[in-house]
């Protein structure tokens, strides 16, 4: 993550809905969720949590 975040930018995710681990993993290195799309990227049925990195300087 500190990489990613530091050297990409790395500052929001999209997460699919049906993924709790995934989820919980973004949660659990501090992204919050911000908002929430009812299809994903190519307008399949997936539902897309948008999620924020709250503290960047906690990776730089």
């Known amino acids: 993550m500190t990489y990613a975040v530091k050297y990409q930018g790395a500052t929001k995710v999209d997460v699919n809905e049906q993924n709790p681990q995934a ?23 997936f539902p897309l949590l948008h999620m924020a990195l709250v503290q960047v300087d906690a990776f730089i």
């Open 23 to 45: 989820l919980g993993f973004y949660e659990h290195v501090g992204f919050k969720l911000v908002g929430r799309s009812p299809t994903d990227s190519q307008g399949k049925p």
